[in-house]
C-alpha cells in the first residue's frame, strides 16, 4: 500500500509549516546569534535595529517572563545568552517585526560587542581540560585486562569520526499566538511536541494546560527536531506572548545550520584482541564523544553508542567507556541511529584494522563472531530470536558473495588505475527508548455515527510514513476500509505526555496503543451486534466492513452497527495506553533488559574508485534484512533506501568543517556536500529476510526508520578495500567522512 501522503506531496498539497495559513497582522521573528563561539558578551545594543520601519521589538534574556533554560537532561543551556556564549550561533535575541524581510534586516542590525575567550572543538582537549557535560560511563562484561595474554593477536589504533547535518528540507520553525485568557497555541516542526509544550511553559511561566501544541507533519527531522525544536517554538511562544500579536519564525537555512546541532562526531582509542581462529576475545575503548556546548540529549546519545558497541557480535570481554566532553560547538544532538553507528563504526574499524593485520578478509573476522541465540550483551541482556547468523547466511547465497569477492578480484587485476571494493555490514540494533520511561504512547479514537473514524495518536509524521502505518492498523484490527480512517494532527490537548517520535519506535509505540483501544471499541462493537444478532459475542468479529459470524458474513454491516450501538448509548472514543512490558535497566549495574527486540540484518557494498582522481562511484548495494512482518514492504522498502543513502553520506562526502575558532565553514549547500541522485548506489538489492517479527512489534512489523542507517558503514569500508588493492603498503587511517581529497592522499601515502 502507497504512503497516504503520496499524492498531497506530489501535488503540493501537504501542509507543512510554513503553509498554515496565517492570522492577519501575524508578525514574524529573526533570531540573533552569537558571532563569535566563545566569549563574555559585553553590551546588546538594539536601538540602530528598532529605529528601521516595521521592527516591533527586540526580545533579550531580560524580557523572559519564566525561566531562561531549556536543558532537557541536564539544566545547562539558556534560550537566549546572559552574559555569555559558548557557541557561534547562540541565540542571543528574537528580532521581531512586521515582515520577514524586515526581522531579518534588523537581526543584522543588532550590535553586540563580545570579549572573545578561546574556544575548544576537540573533544580530547576538552576531556584534558576536564570539560564535561556529565560524568563518564562504562560498560564491561568478562574482564579483558586478564585475557590480552590469551591473544594471538592485539591490534591498537584510534578512530577519528565526523557529524552530519541533517538538512531535512523544512527547516527549524514554529508559528504561535495567543487565543485567550492567557493560553497560547503552538505549530511547531517538532519530533516532540510534548517537549515543545515543557518547554514554552518553562520559558513563559505558565501550566502547561495553557500551552497547545500542533503538529500536522514535518519535512523531515532526522532528529534534529526531537529536542532542537523547542528553543524555537520558545522564541516563537515568547515574541506572542509579549506582543500579544501571532508570530512567526522560519529559520532560513544559513541560520539553521550554523544554530543547530548535529549528528556527534566522536573520537576514540580502541584495543581489540583475537585468537587464532579469529574469535574477538576482548575488546576495549575510551570513547571522546563531542557534544558541543550543551548537554541536549548527549547524555542518552551516548548510552546508545555504548549499548551499541559491541555491534553484531558476541564478545566475551569487554570495557567501553565514553566521555561528553563540552566544546564550544553547536549542541549536538540526536541524529538516526543516535550514537549507535558511532559505537559500531568503531568495532567495525577495530575489525577492519584486526583484519589486516592478520592478513584476512574482514569478512572473516565479522562471521567468527556472530551474534547467537542467548549470547550476553555487555548490557545484560540475553540475544533472543537472533537473526544475524541467519541474515549473514542469506546474503552470502543469494548474492553470491563469494563470486562477487572473485569478480572484484578480477577487475582489479586487469586494471590498474580503476580499483573496486566491497565490504559487508552486519547489523544489531536494539528497539525501545533506551531511557525505560520514556517507552509510552497513548492513541485517542473517535468513531462518528456515520462510521467514519478519528484516529489520534503521539506519533509525528515526518515523511517515515508511520501515519499510513497508524491507518492501517486501525482498517485492519476494526476490519473496515481505511478510506474510513482519518489521522488527525499530533496534538497535546487530544494526546498528552507524548515522547518524542524517535528511536525508531513510533510506529510501534502508538500502533500498540492504537490497538489497545481499538480493541476495546471492538469490543464493545461486538456486544451489541451479539444483541442484535442474538448470539454469543465470542462467535463474532468484523471483516470488510461486515459482522461475521463463525466465519459467516451476516447481514449486519458496519454503518449499521455503529449506529446501533449510539442509540445503545454506548461509548464511541477510547484512549489506548501502551507502555512497552518486560523492558528494565539498572543504571547502578549498567545491566538490564533495554530493549523490546533487536532488529538484525546484512548489507554488503561495493564502489569503485578512480585512482587518478580519487573519486569513487558506490556501485551496488546488497541487504538482507530483518523486517519482521512488513505492514508495509514499500514504505519499509523506502526507508531501507533512504537510511542507507544517508548512512553512505555520513561517511564518505558530508564533511562538516570548523575554522579553529569554532565557527562553522560548510555552512551552505555549496560548501556541505550529501549524496544526490548521481552519487546514490547505482541499485539498492534488499531482501526481506523470512520471519515472523516479535510480539512487541505492532503487528509483528519491525521498527524500520533507524537500523538500516548502519548499512552505510559498508562504503566506508569497502573503499578503503579499494585503495588498499591500489596501494598494498596502505595502512587503513581511521578518519572519517573518507572524501575524495582523503581517499586521494591514503592512494599515494
Ligand atoms: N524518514 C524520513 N523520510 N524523514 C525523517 O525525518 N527520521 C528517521 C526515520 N526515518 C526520518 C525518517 C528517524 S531519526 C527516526 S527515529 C524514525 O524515522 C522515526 O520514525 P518511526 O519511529 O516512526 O520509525
Ligand atoms: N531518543 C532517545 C532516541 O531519547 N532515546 C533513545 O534511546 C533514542 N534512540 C534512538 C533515537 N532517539
Ligand atoms: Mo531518530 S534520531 O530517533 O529521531
Redesign the pocket.
Known sequence: MKNIDTIGHVTGKSVYLDDIPTISGTLHAAVVGSAIAHGKILKVDTTEALRLDGVVKVITCTDIPGENQIGGIVEDETLLAEDEVHYQGQPIAVVIAKTERDAHKAAKMVRIDYQELEPVTDPRIAKEKGLLLIPPRSFSMGNPSEVWSHCKYIVDDSIELGGQEHL?IETQGAYAYPVEGGYIKVHSSTQGPTAVQKTVARVLGLPMNLIEVDVVR?G????GKEDQASGFAAMAALAAHITGKPVKLVLPRHDDMRMTGKRHPYSGDFRIGLTADLKILAFETTLYQNGGAAADLSPAIMERTLFHSTGSYYIPNTRVTVYSCKTNLPPNT???GFGGPQGMFVIESAIAKAAETIGVSAIEIQKANLLKENDEFQYGQKAENVNARKCFALASEKFDLENLRKSIENYNQNNKYSKRGLAVMPLCFGISFTNTAMNQARALVHIYQDGSVSVSTG?IE???G?NTKMAQVASILLGIDISRVKIHSTNTTRVANTSP???????DLNGNALRIAIAALKKRLLKVAAELLECSDDELTIENETVIRNGEPTALKWNELVKKAHLKRVALTENGHYATPVIYFDKTKEKGHPFAYHVYGTGVVTVTLDCIRGTYTIDDVYIVHDFGNSINPLIDLG?VE??VVQGIGWLTLEELAFDPKGRLLSNSLSTYKVPDIHFAPKSIQCIPLPTNGPELAVLRSK????PPFMYGIAAYFAIHNAIKAFNPSYSIKLTAPLTPERVLMHLYQ
Open positions: 531535512y514535518l523531515g527531522g532526522f532528529g540526536a541524529f538516526r506519533a515526518m515523511g517515515q508511520v517520535t524517535a528511536a525508531s519506535s513510533g510506529a526507508q533512504g537510511a521498527a524500520i526508520g533507524e
